[in-house]
């Protein structure tokens, strides 16, 4: 099993930079002065797509495109990768399948199929999920497989995400990565262990679904719950690969009650003037909960995403 490095990181950094925004990083004071400390948020929710994963699916689509013969791509996925990866091979004129479950969000199979995807609906579950895509790939054998998050190039562009902040912000002391499959805290790993190992790393996940959490504490990578959480984007169990780079690059992981996600939506919009997905939140929320000592410390947050139906959002906050 391969694991990308920062010179990796670099490169993808590299490879997607005409393709992808930067994004910026704001500050509130008045949730500064809530909170006790400076928190910095990585606004990747103002990405194209609306979320860091078009970094990755860029990534992997360019390198894919200059070593492999094909036929197209294919993932399976419940929304911002399914997206990132339409778009990405949109832009290269490549033939897009995306297996996503009948339980997502309607707003994000549409704008799958709006970037060109061919999109087939399978049962909720990862195993569903898996097999539909396996069923499809034996069926058209000139597909390749972009893994949503246990890629060696979707984690390595995945890192680019915190190569960017880092030179925005140099100034941190902490750093606060959502976890779900694990391609972003696995990149953050990465880059924060080779360039500014003094930042601790932390990772939140959603009390509902636990399972980077009881990884590290077994040892052992755990399976998903399969719980349900209103941040559904961090609903995938923790990655081969990711679970290997948590190990070594994590100081710590915590988790969020369901009721702080909201809140912590609701400040965000309220202060920053943004709308972000449940997903996106959850490292404010961990900073609200107060299980970490943040007093008067320079705070980096990964808003991952911004990918929310209107009346949803509406209704959480």
């Known amino acids: 099993m391969q694991l990308p490095d920062i010179d990796a990181v670099r490169q993808a950094a590299k490879n997607i930079a005409p393709f992808i925004r930067e994004t910026p990083v704001r500050q509130s004071q008045s949730i500064d002065d809530l909170l006790g400390c400076r928190a910095y948020f990585k606004c990747e929710n103002l990405q194209y797509t609306g979320a860091f994963k078009l970094r990755g699916a860029t990534n992997a689509v360019l390198n894919m495109k200059q070593t492999e013969s094909f036929a197209g791509v294919i993932t399976h996925s419940s929304g911002n990768h399914a997206a990132a990866l339409a ?5 290269h004129h490549i033939p897009c399948h995306v297996v996503m479950p009948e339980d997502a969000p309607g707003f994000k199979q549409q704008a799958v199929r ?13 195993e569903s ?3 539909t895509t396996e069923s499809i790939m034996r069926s058209d054998s000139g597909l390749r497989l972009i893994h949503p998050y246990d890629n060696y190039d979707v984690i390595a562009g995945q890192g680019t995400t915190t190569l960017e902040f880092l030179a925005q912000q140099q100034s941190m002391d902490m750093l606060v990565v959502p976890v779900g499959g ?11 262990s080779s360039l500014m ?22 040892g052992k990578r755990m399976p998903a719950t399969g719980n349900k959480t209103i941040a559904d984007g961090l609903q995938a169990g923790i990655g081969e690969r990711n679970f290997v780079l948590l190990q070594q690059t994590v100081q710590r992981l915590v988790t969020v009650s ?8 609701r400040l965000i919009h309220l202060h920053l003037q943004m709308t972000v997905e449940p997903s996106a939140a959850v490292g404010l929320a961990a900073l609200l909960s107060g299980q970490l000592d943040i007093d008067n410390k320079s ?19």
């Open 114 to 126: 709006q970037h060109g995807a061919n999109v087939t609906l399978c049962k909720p579950g990862m």
């Open 87 to 91: 778009y990405a091979a949109q832009q």
């Open 182 to 192: 694990g391609g972003l805290i696995g990149g953050a790993g990465i880059v924060v």
């Open 197 to 218: 190992p003094g930042i601790a790393l932390i990772g939140v996940e959603p009390e509902e679904v636990d399972e980077a959490y009881r990884s590290l504490a077994e």
């Open 129 to 131: 999920r898996q097999a």
């Open 299 to 317: 705070i980096g947050i990964i808003l991952t995403g911004g990918n929310i139906e209107p009346t949803l959002f509406k209704n959480l906050i």
């Open 258 to 265: 369901e009721q702080q996600i909201k809140k912590a939506m």
